[in-house]
């Protein structure tokens, strides 16, 4: 089955927490600090793979999480790291931020990845909060979450030239012809209901690849027919061979139906039309093609190349692949252009520790990611340990909100579900 866009959740590993512990051994019954830090968790990493076709194994399995990272232990001793999870997707996948639809990343190149998820750092152990005035403390630092996204994988075939023309036209046949490609032929429309690649050899060290993009018909840039979904890997290609059934045996307009694809193109993206295009005659070996010919000629020739071709019989075929490589050497390799800008206020906004002072019935609530942190990694019972709190509190501008809003000496308030008395 092919399948090019599938929407997915992704969750990183989260960080283990430092650890609380203190050296226990004979003749060192009152030993320092010796909590060891909290492993990394693991990150869920994309890597393009030049031997996939198809998203389809995300359409049955939607969710992916990634190892979190262990937990501290006593004699100074690290958790270890997550594993990064590893996912493949075909050469030539998108992935689009599902809430914006920004394009993040554009995997385009074998091997190539991106880190989709970053997992959460791990926590330090108290062993990294001695210090010359605190000589034993009693807490340590919990590990923070991975990123949770939710993420589009759009598939666009990387092709180089690309086959568009009506429904019924010929462009399995052609492919079929010039390739070792077998797609399905038959004669009704709609016959091909994914595209089709296959490679044209020209001879030694010399070939490229040729996509036959399912027949579009008019309103597909609204999403008519299968439109949408085939438009998007038109954009691939550097070149398009517009095949139109020079026969006129369907009591179709040649030269109608050759405006009416380049409407739809210019309807779904500015820059489909500005592509290179070849025009291809095809079925030239039936009744009446000759007189069309002249027709298309006299209104195109101008602007386009034009090469007369029989599918059929393999008239003009050897031509046609040569005269599309000669002008594929021609034109520049494409990238999905990726506003790097754009990309980081996304990335920032969505990392961004958020804190939030409000006032509710008489007492004072201070909620965040951050502070739950906080919280998680105080020992309330220890006073060095509430010492850190409170000084984070401070310099995280959290007192000050507070007194903003009419906190005053006495005043309850809540941080993350602890409760305290304001002393200003």
């Not at 019924?168 to 012809?177: C, E, F, R």
């Not at 091909?192 to 690849?209: A, F, Q, R, W």
Request: proline residues 3%.
């Amino acid at each position: 089955m092919f399948v090019d866009i599938a929407k997915i959740k992704l969750k990183a590993g989260k960080g283990g927490n430092g650890s609380v512990a203190f050296r226990r051994e004979k003749y060192i019954p009152m030993g320092g600090p010796a909590g060891g830090d909290g492993g990394n968790g693991g990150s869920v990493i994309l890597v393009a793979d030049e031997g996939l076709r198809t998203l389809m194994d995300f359409r049955y399995k939607r969710h992916y999480s990634a190892e979190s990272g262990q937990d501290g232990r006593g004699k100074k001793q690290y958790g270890a790291d997550g594993k990064d999870l590893y996912l493949k997707v075909p050469v030539g996948t998108l992935v689009k931020d599902e809430e914006t639809g920004i394009v993040i990343f554009d995997l385009n190149t074998h091997n190539q990845q991106y880190v989709a998820a970053k997992g959460g750092r791990g926590g330090k152990g108290n062993v990294k909060f001695k210090s010359s005035t605190r000589r034993a403390p009693r807490f340590a630092q919990p590990g923070t979450k991975g990123e949770e996204r939710e993420i589009i994988l759009e598939l666009k075939l990387l092709a180089d030239v690309g086959l568009v023309g009506f429904p019924n036209v010929g462009k399995s046949t052609i492919l079929a012809s010039v390739t070792s490609a077998k797609p399905k032929i038959a004669n009704y429309h709609f016959t091909t209901l994914k595209p089709n690649l296959g490679v044209v050899s020209i001879g030694e060290g010399h070939s490229y690849v040729l996509a036959d993009i399912p027949g579009l018909i008019e309103g597909a840039s609204e999403g008519a027919g299968l439109g949408l979904e085939f438009l998007r890997h038109v954009e691939r290609t550097k070149l398009l061979l517009h095949v139109i059934d020079v026969s006129g045996q369907e009591g179709r307009d040649p030269v109608e139906d050759f405006y009416k694809i380049n409407d739809e193109l210019k309807q779904y993206s500015e820059k489909l039309p500005q592509k290179e295009q070849i025009i291809v005659l095809n079925k030239l070996d039936l009744p009446g093609a000759e007189d069309n010919v002249e027709i298309i000629k006299k209104e195109l020739s101008d602007k386009y190349e034009i090469i007369e071709v029989s599918a059929s019989t393999g008239r003009g075929l050897d031509e046609l692949k040569k005269k599309a490589y000669e002008r594929l050497v021609q034109i520049e390799d494409e990238v999905e252009f990726v506003d790097e800008e754009v990309v980081e206020r996304l990335l920032e906004k969505r990392q961004k520790d958020t804190i939030v002072v409000t006032k509710e019935d008489g007492y004072y609530l201070a909620e965040g990611e951050f502070l739950e942190r906080l919280v998680e990694s105080t020992n309330f019972d220890d006073f060095e340990s509430l010492s850190n709190f409170q000084k984070v509190l401070a310099d995280k501008g959290v007192i000050e909100r507070l007194r903003e809003i009419g906190a005053k000496e006495g005043d309850l308030v809540s941080v993350c579900g602890v409760e305290f008395d304001f002393i200003d």
